[in-house]
């Protein structure tokens, strides 16, 4: 119907008119950012919340206006998209829930073949999302793979404990390794050939974010924490994807532990306690201070962290059993808007 519509318009416009075409929304949560908000561990309260480009629209519970009869289900962690659909990874539920990306109505649910999912990635045709499975077994980690025609679990791959965050490059998956009940300090190559881990690349402890930018990865380890009673440095690492070897490997003081890494432009962005830190991609050395602090929102840890269209989304879980809210700054560190959103706000997804 929208292709006919699209056509009509088309054809009864002059050219004069042909941008309004080419600017109809794609839905009505188009043009905007989603905001999966992780509820409450053991509850089915997940939800989404939208926020338009221009700030002028903000809606709490999006999911549940759309599908009213539906549940999203219990600790949402991540959303991949994937040409015009969504695909919400529910953590604590065994499931992931396919909607459309730019109306949110339902599609499809995979609840078969996943155990303790995390994150999501697309390559050659196929999803891929990695599993914890029992968290104090060491040997039952595993990336799940999708067909994305039936939306069933087609294949499983196994890995090494702890399997994170993943991002894809040319057709292989990255995945970063943080440790279930342990520590990870490695990242795995996955071939979306093959189905197979073809190598395995050694950084530092806990590595907690990744980026592809310009045929480097860049990884951001966080380090063992005092807690731990086995500190380790953080570091921020750099892997030249072609040869898949470390090229720079940079160490955070002792006591810093770095996460949340967000590369924009040439810019990299990270998150330290309430700090944000930026620098330079080419840069040698870190920062010494930080762009600005988020303690004066009352934020003391960033939970979640976007750059977009020169804007700073920081997400804040409070005490992770209430609401949390959304701040967002300028790339300078001024303070332009917040929003309450639902409970324990855990990632942007630019729509």
Known sequence: MFAAVAVFFTSCSDDDDQGIVDNLPLGAYDNGVLILNQGNFGQDNSSISYLSNDFATFQNN?????????????????????????????????????????????????????????????????GYVTNWGDGGVTTDDYVA???????????TIPVIEGPERIVENNGKLYVAHQGGYGYGNTISVISSTSNTVSNTITVGDVPNSLQVKDGSLYVICGGKAAWTMDETLGKLVKINLATESVTSSIDFAVGNHASNLYISDNTIFYTQDSDVFKMSLTASSLPITSLFSTVGQGVYGVYSFAVENNKIYVGDAADYNSNGKVYIYTTTGTLENEYTVGVTPAGFYFN
């Open 145 to 155: 793979t999708l067909n994305l025609t039936n939306y069933t679990v087609s294949g």
């Open 62 to 126: 999006a999911f549940l206006a759309v599908n009213p009869t539906k549940v999203l289900g219990n600790t949402g962690q991540d959303v991949g998209f994937y040409n015009d659909l969504a695909f919400v990874v529910l953590n604590a539920s065994n499931k992931i829930e396919i909607l459309n990306r730019y109306s949110l109505e339902y599609v499809a649910t995979i609840d078969s073949g996943l155990d303790n999912p995390r994150f999501i990635a697309f390559a050659n045709g196929k």
